[in-house]
């Protein structure tokens, strides 16, 4: 295969006999061609990937369909990645993004796909061991395969039963590996023949060699096989046979045919060496002085490179630079919004490396448009989250939470817009008798999750972002809709699934609404009901606990639903409110003296469990019943817990704050712990990994296995506060 000179859109395929345009790559500007044994892929400008030919191991990347596919086949698991250079071996194949991510496919007997085991793999996978390797080149062998980093690093895996990995022996590598005797030498080129390999070291001027030699392919007279890298003098500096003028000016470039090795000798000036692997100062020199010194500060530190499960890579800042541009001109607006539309359908639930994240973050910020069609698009793009698989999608929230603040906030503004909108085309068709009031459609109920789940993000990351961002002050219209509509018929329940997008106000109604409905014997026909039936609740003052304890005991399930009555024993008057709260404020004071062995009362005033807590587990059964009770009849329980326990009821994780809430002095200690720069002093308080835990005695409890004997410093302080924070909010209870 060939790319014509004039037209890298033309792509000639030889037979032996005659050559013939690839009319299937035709109106394709294809800029990349690589040919395995019986296998073809090619690279377009817009970075979709091709492939055909035989397909016995999966090397074409687009399934197993078939073994045999005549025509150019669209590879489409790596759509939306941006990629830079594409290699074919002798059955598998490989491609490198820009970002330096490298992904693999076709056969792997030999380990040679980079991917921890020998399974063929019918469509391209992430080679995670390279991830911020920052590869910027790849070359296939037959059943081996070398990485070259920017830094000018080898690594090779795959084959090496001719010495073609340069490991210094014959076993074969699952995982990419660092040819060790490169180390520090600056490789700047790789090529990789059927069993093996070249390099070349600029600053040395010498190509080193590795591998089979049976064909003479190292170019001396060596063993069979050579296990390390070892030099030949390249022929700019030896006058050996070269086309035009030999001077230190020339460069050359490797080429490894099956069993040839080539050095090419061309001028600066008419120069074809791949420019990702290649650079001139003078070059740079230009880009900086064009590009603006911040902007390339910012590139060098490369972070793109940096592409993985917790960082994008993405500068949401230059998205947002182009999407203030394109607003400008409507035409050009459409036909993103177009492109976007017809993009959104494809999206992978299983994306096969971090890159693939991207399109979920920069899509938001190409649609922050308030008419249809953007709103349309971010409909969409929520359904298509909402399909990832649950661990893909913990990656795009982990990508959430590392984003700047104004940006997290703006994603937020965007599904708050959207859900205000379908909401109220809900509120609308309900109204107008349009649609069924109980059910919400899958593209509601899909912005609604994306919002919970950044709220849920948000709560994870310190609340960046106000809560009143999150609310939807349509919810207000629907809960008034439900004195009209019948409770079974509302779709009000629905959105509480939802429980970001209600005001504090809002909360409390549908609380009131929900345990009307429930406690009423019509509920099932109408949500507001005139009549409820009491739980006739009678105790006595001087055996409260014990007559609580037996009412709950006795009671059956449903029997929770109604509206608590009490009566103390031996008193007047009615119950309005005042003996039920005095009878949840008594039991709670009751519960918090050391007697009933529940709770132990801190220096804080707060209450937290006892080390011998599990033994009381019918008891916090009881006090979780009596708090839902009170909760029910719109009462107070009034225990004096920490924050840090509601936190962790929520899934949520405690801070230095809540333990210094609940237990002050330690809080205080361990604060200037981690605030302390010198090391000496550290030293000198003489710390360890222990904690003295009161009981009859104090006894020093280590936090860690041979805690006592590892002292606290400047690198471990951090640990040491969260396994003392897990000690005292869980271990110890």
Sequence with gaps: LCLTAQHLSTLIFFSPSFCRLVKGLGNRDIVQIACGDQHAIALSRGGQLFTWGQNTHGQLGVGSQSTLIPQPQLVERLQGISLAQIAAGGAHSAAVSLSGAVYSWGKNDFGQLGLRDTKDRDCPSYIGALEHWKTVFISCGADH??????????????????????????RNELTPRVVAELWGARVSQVACGRQHTLVYVPSLDKVYLFGSDEEGQLGHERKPTQLIPLPINSPVNTGESCQENNTSQEVIEIVAGGNQSIVLCKKNENSYLNGIATLKDEDVDTWISNFGLQRWESIKKDKHFKTSKDFSGVDLSE?????????????????????????????????ISPENFRVYLVLPFLLQGEDDSSYHSLQLLAKAIMKLQPKDLQTLECLWSNLETSFFKELVILYQRVSQKNLSQFIVEVRSCQRNPLNLYPHETATLQILQILYQVNSRTGCRVQENNFYVPQVKLIIRLCWVIHTEEMALWKLTKYPCIFDMQDKIIVHYTERNALSSPFSTIHLLSMGHEQWVFPVRRQCLLQDIWTHLNDAPTQQFRRILTVSFVGEMGQDEGGPSQELFSVAARTLCQPSTGAFRRLASGLVWFHSQASSCEHTFLRIGTLCGMALYNGRMVPFPFPRALYKMLLGLTPTLEDLEELLPAAGRNLQGILDEECDQILESLDLNFTIMEEGDSMVAVELKKNGANIPVTKGNRLVLFFFFLSFCLVMSV
């Excluded at 070259?148 to 022996?169: D, I, M, P």
């Excluded at 607006?333 to 359908?345: D, W």
């Design 145 to 170: 395969t070398a990485v070259l980093s920017k830094e000018g690093l080898v690594c090779t895996f795959g084959a090496g039963g001719a010495g073609q990995l340069g490991h210094n022996s014959t």
């Design 319 to 351: 998205v947002q630079r182009f999407y203030d541009k394109i607003s400008k001109k409507p035409k050009v607006l459409q036909e993103v919004q177009k492109e976007i539309e017809r993009l959104l359908p494809s999206l992978s639930s299983s994306p």
